[in-house]
Structure formats: C-alpha cells, structure tokens
C-alpha cells in the first residue's frame, strides 16, 4: 500500500466514523433519489456548457453525453444518481432510448455484461419515470 493510499483509506476511516458520530443510522447511509433532486438542464443549456460553445466544431451536448454514459457504463455504473442524471440529460439533449441502450450495450465489451446489466436497469428506470411524467 502506499503512502498516498495509506492517506486515502484513513481519510475514509474518520469521515466514516464522523458520520456514525452525527447519526448512527449514517453507518449505512445510501443516498437514493439523489439524482431527483437535481433538475434535468434544458437542451439549449447543455449545448451551451457541454455541445460546441468553446470549441463551434467539436462534439453536441447528445453526444458527449453519450459519451458520458458509456464511461459510467464500464466502470460499472456503481454511482447510480449521476448515471440517471446523465441519461435524463442525454434524452433532454436529443439522444433516444434506443440510442442510450446502444451504448450500454455496446460497453459490455469493455465493462463486462454485469455493468451492462446494471446500466440497462438504472437506464429503464429513468425511461420508466419519463414516461411517466409525460403522461
């Protein structure tokens, strides 16, 4: 282990037993529904931040985002709320449901079917709600 990874894992130690100090039931603290308090940007603020303001050639909002997901998508897609938050925008910014199963598919070559696995079902779960705020 290293020195660097030594100072890591103690940091992670105090702030663990810190937050069972506050509340002993934030020993096992998930955060769930996180991604619903954040609110999904409009199309046009994405392209802004994220499409082509800085670079007028370069990649749209739809697709980095895309590109996003792919990345969570092999690292297993173990932070679930920027991942919901991510297909969320990814659609708000033109991507379709299709689209965004596409690149989790095609990920299970780099991350593995259980990441895959995982990403589809957080990824039909933003779907599911979607439609649901639609109707």
């Known amino acids: 282990m290293t020195d660097l990874s030594k100072i890591f894992e103690r940091m992670l130690e105090q702030s663990h037993a810190m937050a069972k ?3 002993p039931a ?3 603290f998930q955060v769930t529904g996180f991604d619903k308090l954040m609110p999904t940007m409009p199309k046009d603020f994405m392209d ?4 082509n303001a800085f670079n007028k050639d370069g990649l749209d909002a739809k697709t980095r985002l895309l ?3 792919a ?3 092999v690292l297993g897609a173990q932070a679930e709320p920027q991942f919901k ?3 969320r925008h990814a659609l708000e910014a033109g991507a379709t449901q ?3 199963a596409e690149v989790i598919y095609q990920m299970s070559m780099l991350g593995g079917i259980p ?3 995982h990403a589809l079902r957080l990824a039909q779960e933003v779907f599911k709600e979607t439609q649901e705020d639609d109707a």
Not at 48 to 51: A, D, I, K, P, R
């Open 115 to 117: 990441a895959m696995t």
């Open 71 to 73: 990345g969570l998508t």
């Open 21 to 23: 100090a506050f509340n």
């Open 67 to 69: 590109v996003v997901l």
């Open 98 to 100: 299709k689209e965004v």
């Open 26 to 28: 934030l020993e096992s």
């Open 85 to 87: 938050l991510t297909v």
């Open 48 to 51: 802004m931040m994220w499409g």
